[in-house]
């Protein structure tokens, strides 16, 4: 008994602004275009930023806005493949949840939009304060119900 190709109709690509994020972006609108599929761009916003929003130290607008222009650099991957994309803003930490960190948050919008597979970014440990994913792929290929492609 053969098992059923597998159907992807949504791809999830966390990113966090950086080029591994891009990498991830060009890899996830490929399986996109390959199984005729959408994908979703999740911006995640790291612990320094998150806790900069919080205390007033960064204008939140001022992140919104980053985030934008980067979001727009994965919707011209995606349209020279005529691939369709959403996106959203997810806090990558919280200070009021124990739980909430890159990976759980990766998952639960995996939950939410119905993701059939994620492609994420695995960072190398540069220590840079925007690079969020790091900490998150590992997390992800554990517990992950979809197939991962960690690039």
């Known amino acids: 008994m053969t098992e059923p190709p ?3 109709e949504t791809v999830l690509v966390p990113v966090d602004g950086s080029d591994e994020s891009v990498e991830a972006v060009e890899y996830a609108v490929a399986v996109a275009e390959q199984y005729e599929a959408s994908v979703h761009a999740m911006y995640v916003l790291g612990e320094e ?6 205390h007033g130290a960064v204008a939140e607008e001022d992140v919104v806005s980053d985030t ?3 979001m727009d650099e994965v919707r011209e991957v995606a349209a020279e493949y005529d691939v369709s994309v959403s996106t959203s803003l997810a806090y990558g930490f919280s200070t009021t949840r124990k739980t909430q960190h890159p990976g759980s948050a990766v998952l ?18 540069s220590g840079e ?3 969020v994913l790091e900490k998150a792929a590992e997390y992800v290929l554990l ?8 690039v």
């Open 6 to 8: 597998l159907e992807v």
């Open 49 to 54: 930023l998150v806790r900069g929003i919080e």
């Open 68 to 70: 934008e222009t980067f």
């Open 108 to 125: 639960d919008t995996a939950e939410d939009i119905d993701a059939d597979f994620i492609v994420i970014p695995r960072e190398p440990l």
């Open 129 to 131: 304060p925007g690079e």
């Open 143 to 150: 517990y992950a119900s979809q197939p991962v492609l960690s």
